[in-house]
């Protein structure tokens, strides 16, 4: 499995940007699909994730109301719609896959880098 992400760049506050994964070599019949943030001197944190067979999206509280997860079955890629853009949103974003019967996410894309200026 391989994933490709893209779509970082530097913007304001308030501003908008979608992120994009790309996956290759998915053979699994169901699986998540995650996006995870990691800000300088912090931690790995979730973000938000999606069920591919059932659409099913769960996020976490600090991006709720500006961040959207979708997905394109045909193109094997996931969004990530980040509205009004925060400071604190200044992390690398990866993407991440796991399938359903796995606790923890087993491939990881390379990170693209998001930074949000005041």
């Known amino acids: 499995v391989q994933l490709q992400a893209s779509g970082g760049g530097l913007v304001q506050a308030g501003g908008s940007l979608r992120l994009s994964c790309a996956a290759s070599?998915?053979?699994?019949?169901?699986?998540?699909m995650a996006w995870f943030r990691q800000a300088p001197r912090k931690e790995r944190e979730f973000v938000s994730a999606?069920?591919?067979?059932?659409?099913?999206?769960n996020y976490a509280d600090s991006v709720k109301g500006r961040f959207t997860i979708s997905r394109d079955n045909a193109k094997d890629t996931v969004y990530l719609q980040m509205n009004s853009l925060k400071p604190e949103d200044t992390a690398v974003y990866y993407c991440?896959?796991?399938?359903?019967?796995?606790?923890?996410?087993?491939?990881w894309g390379q990170g693209t880098l998001v930074t949000v200026s005041s």
């Open positions: 991440a896959v796991r399938r359903v019967t796995v606790v923890g996410y087993e491939y």
């Open positions: 070599g998915l053979t699994f019949s169901t699986y998540y």
């Open positions: 999606i069920n591919w067979r059932s659409g099913i999206t």
